[in-house]
């Protein structure tokens, strides 16, 4: 059973899985969790298969990172832990600019259209991921002008899933003097990712140090090879 096949089937009969059911929504939302990291890979086909067992009626159980999240969604703070984001998303006058629409046909139409071309994830970042369209605050901020006095200095992962690059790029050509240091990896965050038992990118990690400890950026923009060697 492919991935988006497990999710046709849930939209219709959510998948069961140590008493939690399991919506598409919320399966969707599992998957991109593991995506996020290439080192994850394992872990991401170790939940895919015991999802795709629970699917088939199959006794299953979760292993660690699966378990760890279903431990989650039942957790009372996880409402609390969402709470922050939706500020920031809900207070940044929507995306893509011009604000949030406020009629749930429009995140309906644009999920079912992306359906073809991204089974598994477009409707999840299609949908209505916050409540920014019924937010009944308004910013107490004017909208941010982009622009810069200093030099900055940027790190992204080529393959981030949360973060497209072709933003970083754009972003790097408005900030006049900036740095762009690209790591080319899968991953959402390149500094010290050894501090959370990922694969450093140790080309990044000097580049960063250097620029904090000495106000210095990099010579030019640098591209970190998985192996943590510039070029």
């Known amino acids: 059973m492919r991935g988006s096949a497990l999710l ?24 991109r969790q593991f995506v996020q ?23 299953v159980e979760p292993g660690p990172e699966l378990a760890a999240l279903l431990e989650l969604l039942a957790s009372p703070e996880l409402a609390d832990s969402m709470l922050g984001g939706a500020l920031f998303m809900c207070g940044d006058r929507g995306w893509p600019a011009g604000g949030w629409p406020k009629d ?19 409707p999840l970042v299609n949908g209505m991921m916050a409540p920014c369209a019924f937010w009944t605050s308004t910013s107490r901020e004017p909208a941010t002008v982009v622009g810069n006095a200093v030099p900055v200095l940027m790190l992204q992962a080529r393959y981030d899933n949360n973060v497209p ?13 900036s740095r762009l240091v690209t790591a080319d990896v899968r991953a959402h965050g390149v500094f010290g990712r050894g501090l959370d038992g990922l694969t450093p990118v140790p080309c990044a990690d000097r580049a960063v140090v250097g620029y904090l400890r000495d106000g210095v950026l990099p010579a030019a923009d640098l591209t970190c090879r998985r192996a943590g060697e510039a070029r």
């Open 8 to 31: 046709d089937g849930a939209e219709q009969h959510p998948v069961t899985v140590s008493g939690v059911r399991l919506d598409a929504p919320l399966l969707r939302l599992i998957l």
């Open 37 to 59: 990291h290439e080192e994850h890979d394992p872990a991401l086909a170790a939940t895919v298969r015991d999802l795709v067992d629970a699917a088939a009626g199959r006794p």
């Open 104 to 122: 749930p046909e429009t995140y309906w139409r644009n999920m079912e259209r992306s359906r073809a071309a991204q089974p598994v994830f477009g």
């Open 165 to 177: 690059y072709e933003g970083a790029l754009a972003l790097h050509r408005r900030l006049t003097g």
